[in-house]
């Protein structure tokens, strides 16, 4: 049996939901409310998250990352490799994707200069 629980979004439209499905003999518990939460069903306490975070950067020898670097660093490597603005909007969880190039559209690729050779190479193309 596949439950479909749903994390609170910051506005209606950016609400997703992620499957889960109850280990063996857990079908009778009531679906949780969270899709990521501490097994009684309450949310993860925020610095206690980030407490376990900071000793694995430490464990791994690396510079500490808040998770909130990591969903930045996430979103702009999605664009180095190619990944659109409106799926990166989707993934991200944005209302919508002004939200999206309002943040990350400095780190999207191309500028004036290459939009106008690109329609400039488009147009020779069709005409001749």
């Keep these: 049996m ?6 609170a ?8 939901c992620a499957s889960t499905s109850p280990p063996n003999g857990y079908a009778s518990r009531p679906a949780p409310k969270l899709c990521f939460g501490i097994a009684d069903g309450r949310p993860f306490r925020p610095d206690r998250l980030q407490q376990r975070a900071d000793t694995a950067w430490q464990n791994a020898g690396l510079q500490r ?3 909130h670097d990591c969903r930045h660093s996430y979103a702009s490597l999605a664009i180095a490799s190619g990944v659109n603005a ?12 002004t939200e999206t190039l309002d943040r990350y559209g400095h780190l999207m690729p191309g500028n004036e200069n290459e939009a106008s050779a690109l329609i400039d190479d488009y147009l020779n ?3 001749g």
């Design 2 to 7: 596949t439950r479909r629980t749903a994390t």
């Design 9 to 16: 979004a910051k506005s209606r439209s950016s609400a997703y």
């Design 65 to 67: 990352l808040t998770l």
């Design 86 to 97: 409106k799926a990166l909007s989707i993934y991200m969880g944005h209302a919508s994707i």
């Design 125 to 127: 193309a069709s005409t």
